[in-house]
């Protein structure tokens, strides 16, 4: 039965890497048109990979050139020898979330990780409370199974990335039931092969469990001094017959459920977004149950502002504990070192051996500056274009 008080905290999952592809091109000139923007997408072309055809109007990797007649080049992108692992994004969809906007916000910037992550990562995503009309403790359960992350497109949505948006169009309501979603989540991710990661993303703390029973200081309407409901008691507003027990803080079954997927090797990150300060201490309990911890306070991933910029940033800091690599080895060797190029998020990066990149075989190695801003979260999106020729400081 629906319990006709405020549930509107909550407690979800997110977590991501680098995405990269290598892109052949032939009889390319020196001209480089711009990066492209929004389009139809890219193909599937000969071999495999995404195939750029000069006539359909599809969108071109970033750095390929044009041939001599001025017409674009054609371009492959290649797959890498990767072993991509699963990022299961656990996502807080409850009241609390809509205000302000903050549902919206997390759901963009999580399309913007997965665009940037493309092939590097799998993916899948769950979100709380579940669709119920009538439980707003329901749990929540899986929108999107793990899937592989999309080719790249310089910036065009293809089908993972679009499922995720499409299954996330709702509006928050409800209350914060973390607890029992996340051993939900334990099942769906018990036979996925490989590495897997659960990144967790709420505004607060666990909730809607009737048998939790708790003190003021555990009641969450005196917790965050809700009108008539001050912190330091003496009155209970989450104690029958006038309160709900749901409203009281559901540590234990929480943290039960994690320890239980790090338990089968799947570590959980935090993310705290605005109004997860007043629980803190709780949220760094899950932090360290999921073996992500901090080194220092807060020892989650704390969001502070409900912009997107912001949110992006937290979350890229997630993914590249994930991802975050400076070597990739390509699935060949180019056959002209010299006709390679580098980008992150679509902008060259010069080859220069101290803080640019270096190439030996079929292993490119960022170094210096350009390896600390991937290692940082400052750059998800790395991919390296062979084809035409090299781009070297001026």
């Not at 996502?91 to 997965?114: E, Q, Y």
């Not at 911890?293 to 991933?301: E, I, V």
Request: charged fraction near 15%; hydrophobic fraction near 35%; include cysteine.
């Amino acid at each position: 039965m629906a319990r006709a008080s405020r549930f509107g905290t909550g407690v979800g999952a997110l977590v991501a890497g680098v995405a990269l592809a290598l892109a052949l091109a032939a009889g390319c000139g020196t001209e480089r048109p711009p990066v492209s923007g929004d389009g139809p997408g890219i193909g599937t072309g000969a071999g495999g990979g995404a195939q750029f055809n000069p006539d359909s109007g599809s969108v071109t990797p970033p750095g390929c050139g044009t041939k001599p007649d001025g017409s674009q080049c054609e371009c492959l992108d290649v797959p890498l020898f990767v072993d991509p692992p699963t990022i299961y994004f656990v996502l807080d969809r409850s009241g609390s979330m809509g205000n302000p906007d903050k549902w919206n916000r997390v759901r963009v910037t999580v399309g913007k990780i997965m665009r940037s992550l493309g092939p590097r990562a799998s993916f899948g995503a769950a979100m709380f409370p579940g669709p119920s009309a009538t439980d707003v403790c329901a749990p929540g359960d899986e929108i999107m199974s793990v899937r592989p992350g999309d080719a790249p497109s310089s910036g065009v949505d293809g089908p993972t990335t679009t499922a995720l948006l499409a299954a996330t169009r709702v509006t928050p309501s409800g209350g914060t039931p973390t607890g029992p979603t996340l051993e939900i989540v334990r099942t769906r991710l018990a036979n996925v092969p490989g590495r897997a990661y659960v990144i967790l993303a709420t505004d607060g703390a666990p909730n809607c469990n009737p048998n939790a029973g708790c003190g003021y200081d555990g009641c969450q309407l005196n917790v965050e001094n809700r009108p008539g409901c001050p912190k330091e008691g003496p009155r209970n507003c989450c104690e029958p017959p006038d309160g709900y027990r749901e409203n009281c803080t559901d540590a234990s079954s929480t943290l039960g459920a994690i320890s239980a997927l790090r338990t089968i090797g799947i570590p959980v990150y935090v993310v705290g977004l605005p109004g997860a300060d007043h629980y803190a201490s709780l949220l760094e309990e899950m932090a360290a149950a999921g073996g992500t911890a901090l080194p220092t306070s807060p020892r989650y991933f704390a969001v502070n502002a409900a912009s997107e910029d912001v949110m992006l940033a937290a979350l890229k800091k997630v993914a590249a504990q994930i991802t975050g690599t400076c070597t990739f080895d390509l699935k060949e060797a180019p056959a002209n070192a010299s006709l390679v190029n580098v980008y992150m998020d679509d902008a060259v990066l010069p080859f220069e051996p101290v803080n640019g990149w270096t190439i030996s075989g079929k292993t490119v190695t960022l170094v210096g500056t350009a390896c600390e801003r991937v290692k940082s979260g400052d750059v998800l999106d790395v991919r390296i274009i062979a084809g035409c020729p090299r781009i070297e400081p001026r």
